[in-house]
């Protein structure tokens, strides 16, 4: 009987199960169908029958059908990013090929060469075995790129796989929240960022934030509604004349509220140092129109820009014109930053509705205004993959450094630059004039010995500023130096100075080589080894590699000495340890380094920091000095012992995406046993007594002591900057808010390190 009943359960939950799958993908079809795509639901619904029989009896970790995923991420390329039928029959089908006993062939076969080479690149990305040395999200990173050689697609659908994941990150173990949170924040918020998928972008920001600082992104979010009317009452009042301005002009129009995003809000206060009450850009007033024909759309955002200037003073220096320069990712708009009645800066985003698809939906949308031929927004995108091509083509040994390397690209916002004869070229910002040769040409490059900037002779390294002219100069004599890679910071210059000075470096190598073996050869000495070691110890080098380079380079001449040290002649210094070792001469052995026993680990588990475990087998790490009640995860290092970092530390980013299997959930369990250094900064105006007001809330009321003191004062201001012992964020926390009291003081806040530069 009790079969029975478990047998009527399973039919029961089977049914639930196919309630779901079948409502979730006609969802998912009734989205296409409003769209404005080819209407091919054959095909799709022939993906969704192959996927849900390939997928069949498989769950989640949250315990839902594993179907539900790929029709989730389908959702999201279709509604989210607006792509068809090939996309979405993509995306239904992105893990077959990885989770079943199906190949790239079987789906070739059943949907033709388009989707099998799409799943391809899908699988592609996220299947390969590393191991534990080699960073596997940075491989994936690689391949990622290449595949987005072939069909862009394939990267808008793994941003959209990765969105999903994001969204249902609550199921997973802490240590796969932060490794997941980590490699979201490093690698697929910029990348659609840059394909122009700003809401997407927006939203795995916010849910990597929510994962990695949950206590933190609830109190800006409380913060939020607890300023919400206060917004909504600003909002209506500051848009109110300009409503009717618009109306007046007759462009049909609609007018929202922006708010910064959570992250966007915490990424700022940790930056510029300042509280959520003093940043102003809360609220943004995005104006979206209708223009009048195509060709009025310019002078459309320029006409509302006129009107709505006359009506509240604009900011001199905060126009930004992305309408006549679209950036690099095609994104157009108008901000204009203006003063309202009450005195508060507010900007404002003018913006025409394609506009606003584009910005919203970036790359996607392009193809919604496409007619016939290619846009020449594509361009923008194909110059930056040929960019990342030349890179993958001459790629770095090490995957990290090649990350990082793409990372300058994709992070970067743009300027614009003009060449003499007048064309424009997009260049990141705070590239330099060695940036700029090596964008134009390599040969231009390596052979560039400064530059001319609006007709002024500058140095290599000096920084371009949007709308400079520059022309490089060049010298055949110039080589390429090892400094230059110090003022690079494209990626492109950045690989190929590397590239060559690694040929050089070669060269001076094979020559070192050939002479050594002259050398031993002249001396009759058997080239091994043992002879070359004894080589690099005589010339303090590392290793064979090293000693070729400098004989190469001509560092020094192989000679006497080195002849003596081959042939054994003992120098007196041998001669004594040779007999204080045969006679015994020092009985006393040099104390042993204990190697620390392995720990046993459970990743599984939150382990727990206790007062002993940090003096035993734990390591608080000396980049960003952890304290207790900070957001903090561990991570298992070379020697086995568990290093704790801050989870926004950029080393434990590194780590996230790159050994996201050593890394650990980790959770305070101290009290007020230990102490841990802190530093705090202060800025105000002087005042007699200010010193010793702060001295007292420190010493007395908190009975902290104090380690180091730092004041300068300077034209009426003071700067300060305190060491102090606390037990945790707690103290910490009371102290700076008991600072705040001091009426001359107007800034507190908790910095990294004691000398840390504090920018406004």
């Known amino acids: 009987m009790e079969g029975q009943t478990m047998t009527d359960e399973k039919q029961v939950q089977e049914q639930a199960d196919e309630k779901q799958i079948n409502e979730a993908f006609q969802e998912l079809l009734s989205r296409y169908l409003e769209s404005k795509h080819r209407k091919k639901v054959e095909i799709i619904t022939k993906a969704f029958n192959f996927a849900r029989q390939a997928h069949k009896g498989v769950r989640r970790r949250s315990g839902e059908p594993y179907i539900l995923h790929p029709i989730a991420v389908a959702r999201i390329a279709c509604v989210e990013i607006g792509l068809g039928s090939t996309s979405i029959c993509s995306a ?60 862009i697609r394939v990267i808008l659908i793994k941003i959209a796989d990765r969105l999903h994941n994001m969204r249902t990150l609550g199921s997973m173990l802490p240590s796969k929240q932060y490794k997941i949170a980590g490699e979201t924040l490093y690698i697929y918020a910029p990348l659609a960022n840059r394909l122009g998928l700003n809401r997407i972008k927006t939203e795995l920001e916010d849910l990597s934030f929510k994962y990695e600082h949950p206590e933190t992104y609830q109190e800006i979010q409380h913060k939020l509604q607890e300023t919400q009317k206060e917004r909504d009452s600003i909002f209506t009042e500051f848009t109110a004349p300009i409503r009717e301005q618009l109306d007046k002009m007759g462009i049909p129009y609609q007018i929202l509220a922006r708010i910064k995003s959570p992250y966007s809000i915490w990424n700022k206060m940790q930056t510029k140092h300042i509280t959520f009450e003093e940043i102003y850009d809360i609220l943004a007033v995005r104006i979206i ?27 001199p220096d905060r126009l930004r014109d992305w309408v006549s320069h679209p950036k690099a990712n095609g994104y157009q708009a108008l901000h204009v930053t203006l003063m309202s009645n009450k005195g508060q800066w507010i900007e ?13 939906q970036g790359f996607a949308a392009h193809w919604k205004y496409k007619e016939g031929g290619g846009s020449e927004d594509e361009g923008e995108l194909s110059k930056w993959l040929k960019t990342i091509k030349e890179i993958l083509d001459d790629p770095q040994p090490d995957a990290l450094d090649f990350l990082d390397t793409i990372k300058l690209n994709l992070f970067a916002s743009e300027i614009f630059v003009f060449t003499p004869k007048g064309e424009i070229k997009t260049m990141p910002q705070n590239c330099t004039a060695l940036d700029f040769a090596f964008s134009i040409h390599t040969f231009l490059g390596s052979h560039c010995i400064g530059a001319k900037v609006n007709h002024k002779l500058v140095p290599l390294s000096h920084k371009l500023q949007s709308g400079d002219q520059v022309e490089i ?69 590392k290793n064979f590699e090293e000693l070729t380079l400098s004989i190469g380079q001509g560092v020094f001449t192989l000679g006497d000495v080195d002849r003596d040290e081959l042939k054994g002649k003992p120098t007196p210094t041998n001669w004594k340890k040779y ?13 042993e ?54 989870r926004q530390c950029p080393i434990a980013t590194q780590l996230k995406t790159s050994f996201g299997n050593r890394l650990l959930a980790v959770k305070w369990e101290i009290g007020k046993a230990l102490n841990f250094p802190v530093n705090v900064y202060l800025k105000g105006i002087d005042g007699i007594g200010v010193l010793n007001q702060v001295t007292q809330i420190i010493s007395q009321q908190l009975n902290v002591n104090i380690h180091k003191l730092h004041i300068e004062s300077n034209d009426g201001i003071f700067e300060g900057r305190i060491q102090l012992y606390v037990h945790d964020v707690d103290d910490v926390n009371t102290i700076c808010t008991n600072l705040k009291k001091i009426d001359h003081i107007k800034k507190v806040t908790r910095i990294e390190n004691f000398d840390d530069i504090i920018t406004e």
């Not at 404002?348 to 919203?360: G, K």
């Open 92 to 151: 239904l089908l992105h893990d077959v090929v990885e989770d079943t006993d199906y190949t790239v062939e079987d789906i070739e076969n059943l949907f033709g060469p388009k989707i099998a080479q799409i799943v391809d690149g899908l699988t592609k990305i996220s299947g390969g075995i590393f191991g534990d040395r080699t960073s596997a999200q940075a491989e994936n990173f690689k391949k990622l790129l290449l595949t987005m050689n072939d069909d």
């Open 289 to 315: 129109f209708t223009p009048r024909n195509e060709e009025e759309e310019l002078n459309d955002c320029f006409d509302i820009y006129v009107a709505i200037s006359k009506i509240y003073k604009p900011h």
């Open 348 to 360: 404002v985003q003018i913006r025409s509705e394609r506009m606003n698809d584009v910005a919203e």
């Open 473 to 541: 100069l060049t010298s055949k004599s110039q080589k390429v130096q090892p400094s230059w890679i110090n003022f690079a910071t494209t990626a492109k210059a950045k690989t190929k100075i590397l590239a060559i000075l690694k040929r050089e470096k070669k060269e001076y190598q094979q020559k070192g080589e050939d002479l050594l073996t002259d050398f031993f050869h002249k001396e009759g000495v058997e080239f091994n080894d043992e002879n070359t070691k004894k080589l690099c110890t005589l010339h303090h080098v």
């Open 579 to 591: 007999i204080s070792f045969a006679f015994g001469g020092n009985k006393s052995k040099p104390e």
């Open 593 to 646: 380094k204990k190697e620390a026993a392995p720990l046993e680990i459970d990743k599984k588990k939150i382990i727990k920091i206790t007062p002993d475990a940090i003096q035993k087998n734990y390591i608080l790490a000396d980049c960003c000095k952890p304290i207790p009640g900070d957001d903090v995860l561990g991570y298992i290092d070379d020697n086995n012992r568990i290093v704790i970092h801050k």
